[in-house]
């Protein structure tokens, strides 16, 4: 090849690339942007409501907490470079953290706030995370996560299709994967430096935010296993970043500004005056997982007297009064705790299982599909999946166990049996995994798995030639005896020897199974 032509075929293949280069517009600087502007919208508005539901929900007991860290957000969202459909939401969830997702979606948890000391510190995180969403680091660390997945294309990546609906069924790891994943050492001090000109912009003390970065290093030192688990999972401190921070500080004349200490301390209030309740339900958790239900009850009833606005406090008085033998107290206390957040799954889905259990189908019904609505969980369509079986509804029942039993949650493996047993007999293709397989000496082999949870038996098979939609059958086989679950048996599939080009033009189909005995 020419060296002409070499020139015109690389230009070609960066063409796309290069088209991709945009100025940041907090940095000013040229960067290479696979992911576009819309693309980072979209994805930022699909999954902040998934993500907040499987961190805790909303905080909604104190809306003046709430309207108050939006007022914040707001002030210093106005003054940053990049203009975005900013949002801000309290989590209600003990550990300090706060996080940025692309398109300018922003959560802080309800753990945070109480740990802080100004007005001008909570403006020090929120700047921070607006420049995670500005800068696009959010949108980098995916784009670098596809370059080293190997799934880059020429063309582009295509992020719109994306199916995050497995998020709740993974207990959040989804969320956590990408709101707790570590940002670079570069991208941590663009948001360190950007920060702090936000905050001069705003007209907040931009020292707060080295005040700031001096007490999360000596937490980290001290390792603590909340702020471990949370803020420094994603931003980890350094004696690097407070020099940086402070070189920042000097650069910026060490202007001054707002601190705000008294307006920020009447805001946490209630919540350091509830912080009680929390750390009692925290107790409360621990003595149910021990079967301690006296001791559970009696932290439940505190936290409920310190803070009767918690729903989570409801919830779980609820679930241990139908551990008592108590589903009038329960059926009460379940009610109220979706009347307190109506918005969040969990009240939704608990009590959609407990009406389940309870007989009320159509009640049941509503509960878990607006649970589904909110996040979906393993736990939401086994219950869907159990109220279809019993009103007759076979497909839509199979539907549902399908979509529980793909996952690693607890209810999988009973999700597993219900679908077997309603569409083994139907679809045996989809639990018997039949494959040829041709040994050097040229011997054809059958090789049969059970996927499925069931012993099965009754296993047919039919080889034959495949032509486009059309299969013409050579020879039947039936396996004898019993496939545990997940067990493989490979057999002979024909008499005589095949050649590679022979053996090409087999396909295997499996034709009957059902499950072994009464099971």
Same mark, same amino acid.
């Given at each position: 090849?020419?060296?002409?032509?070499?020139?015109?075929?690389?230009?070609?293949?960066?063409?796309?690339?290069?088209?991709?280069?945009?100025?940041?517009?907090?940095?000013?600087?040229?960067?290479?942007?696979?992911?576009?502007?819309?693309?980072?919208?979209?994805?930022?508005?699909?999954?902040?409501?998934?993500?907040?539901?499987?961190?805790?929900?909303?905080?909604?007991?104190?809306?003046?907490?709430?309207?108050?860290?939006?007022?914040?957000?707001?002030?210093?969202?106005?003054?940053?470079?990049?203009?975005?459909?900013?949002?801000?939401?309290?989590?209600?969830?003990?550990?300090?953290?706060?996080?940025?997702?692309?398109?300018?979606?922003?959560?802080?948890?309800?753990?945070?706030?109480?740990?802080?000391?100004?007005?001008?510190?909570?403006?020090?995180?929120?700047?921070?995370?607006?420049?995670?969403?500005?800068?696009?680091?959010?949108?980098?660390?995916?784009?670098?996560?596809?370059?080293?997945?190997?799934?880059?294309? +020429?063309?582009? *990546? &295509?992020?719109?299709?994306?199916?995050?609906?497995? #998020? !709740?069924?993974? /207990? @959040?790891?989804? =969320?956590?994967?990408?709101?707790?994943?570590?940002?670079?050492?570069?991208?941590?001090?663009?948001?360190?430096?950007?920060?702090?000109?936000?905050?001069?912009?705003?007209?907040?003390?931009?020292?707060?935010?080295?005040?700031?970065?001096?007490?999360?290093?000596?937490?980290?030192?001290?390792?603590?296993?909340?702020?471990?688990?949370?803020?420094?999972?994603?931003?980890?401190?350094? +004696?690097?970043? *407070? &020099?940086?921070?402070?070189?920042?500080?000097?650069? #910026? !004349?060490?202007? /001054? @500004?707002?601190? =705000?200490?008294?307006?920020?301390?009447?805001?946490?209030?209630?919540?350091?005056?509830?912080?009680?309740?929390?750390?009692?339900?925290?107790?409360?958790?621990?003595?149910?997982?021990?079967?301690?239900?006296?001791?559970?009850?009696?932290?439940?009833?505190?936290?409920?007297?310190?803070?009767?606005?918690?729903?989570?406090?409801?919830?779980?008085?609820?679930?241990?009064?139908?551990?008592?033998?108590?589903?009038?107290?329960?059926?009460?206390?379940?009610?109220?705790?979706?009347?307190?957040?109506?918005?969040?799954?969990?009240?939704?889905?608990?009590?959609?299982?407990?009406?389940?259990?309870?007989?009320?189908?159509?009640?049941?019904?509503?509960?878990?599909?607006?649970?589904?609505?909110?996040?979906?969980?393993?736990?939401?369509?086994?219950?869907?999946?159990?109220?279809?079986?019993?009103?007759?509804?076979?497909?839509?029942?199979?539907?549902?166990?399908?979509?529980?039993?793909?996952?690693?949650?607890?209810?999988?493996?009973?999700?597993?049996?219900?679908?077997?047993?309603?569409?083994?007999?139907?679809?045996?293709?989809?639990?018997?995994?039949?494959?040829?397989?041709?040994?050097?000496?040229?011997?054809?082999?059958?090789?049969?798995?059970?996927?499925?949870?069931?012993?099965?038996?009754?296993?047919?098979?039919?080889?034959?030639?495949?032509?486009?939609?059309?299969?013409?059958?050579?020879?039947?086989?039936?396996?004898?005896?019993?496939?545990?679950?997940?067990?493989?048996?490979?057999?002979?599939?024909?008499?005589?020897?095949?050649?590679?080009?022979?053996?090409?033009?087999?396909?295997?189909?499996?034709?009957?199974?059902?499950?072994?005995?009464?099971?």
């Amino acid at each position: 090849m020419s060296h002409r032509w070499s020139r015109l075929l690389w230009g070609l293949l960066l063409l796309p690339l290069l088209q991709s280069c945009s100025v940041n517009l907090v940095t000013g600087e040229q960067e290479l942007r696979l992911i576009g502007e819309q693309q980072e919208l979209a994805i930022g508005a699909k999954n902040y409501g998934p993500y907040r539901q499987a961190q805790g929900g909303d905080y909604v007991a104190d809306p003046k907490l709430v309207a108050y860290v939006q007022r914040v957000g707001a002030r210093l969202a106005a003054v940053a470079d990049r203009k975005l459909p900013y949002e801000f939401h309290v989590l209600n969830d003990d550990t300090p953290n706060a996080w940025a997702l692309p398109g300018g979606k922003i959560a802080v948890n309800r753990g945070l706030p109480v740990e802080l000391d100004d007005e001008a510190q909570l403006a020090a995180v929120l700047a921070h995370e607006i420049v995670h969403a500005a800068a696009g680091h959010s949108a980098q660390s995916m784009q670098r996560g596809v370059f080293l997945q190997g799934a880059l294309v +020429a063309a582009g *990546v &295509a992020l719109g299709d994306s199916d995050y609906h497995q #998020l !709740g069924m993974l /207990g @959040g790891a989804l =969320g956590a994967s990408l709101v707790r994943s570590r940002y670079s050492r570069e991208a941590e001090t663009e948001a360190d430096t950007y920060g702090m000109r936000y905050m001069v912009r705003a007209g907040y003390d931009p020292a707060s935010a080295v005040d700031l970065q001096q007490m999360f290093l000596k937490l980290s030192k001290d390792k603590r296993s909340d702020w471990l688990s949370g803020l420094f999972a994603s931003h980890p401190p350094s +004696a690097e970043r *407070v &020099a940086n921070n402070r070189r920042v500080l000097a650069s #910026l !004349g060490n202007p /001054g @500004g707002e601190r =705000g200490r008294k307006r920020f301390q009447r805001a946490i209030a209630h919540l350091r005056r509830t912080r009680p309740a929390y750390e009692a339900y925290a107790k409360a958790l621990k003595a149910i997982e021990k079967d301690d239900l006296k001791t559970a009850s009696a932290l439940i009833g505190k936290a409920i007297r310190i803070e009767p606005g918690e729903g989570l406090f409801r919830l779980a008085r609820a679930d241990i009064e139908k551990r008592q033998g108590k589903p009038s107290r329960a059926a009460r206390d379940y009610d109220r705790a979706v009347a307190l957040n109506p918005d969040y799954f969990l009240p939704r889905l608990k009590r959609g299982l407990f009406l389940e259990a309870r007989g009320e189908r159509e009640a049941a019904q509503r509960d878990l599909k607006a649970s589904v609505a909110l996040l979906p969980t393993a736990e939401a369509y086994y219950g869907l999946g159990l109220l279809a079986q019993q009103a007759g509804k076979r497909q839509q029942a199979v539907q549902y166990f399908r979509q529980a039993a793909e996952t690693g949650s607890p209810v999988a493996r009973q999700a597993a049996r219900h679908l077997a047993r309603l569409d083994l007999g139907s679809h045996p293709e989809r639990y018997i995994d039949a494959r040829l397989l041709l040994r050097k000496d040229g011997q054809l082999l059958l090789r049969l798995q059970n996927t499925t949870v069931l012993p099965v038996t009754g296993i047919r098979v039919a080889i034959g030639q495949q032509g486009g939609d059309l299969f013409r059958e050579v020879v039947v086989l039936r396996l004898r005896g019993v496939l545990g679950a997940g067990e493989s048996r490979t057999l002979d599939a024909v008499e005589g020897r095949l050649s590679a080009v022979q053996a090409r033009r087999l396909a295997v189909r499996v034709l009957e199974a059902r499950l072994a005995g009464r099971m």
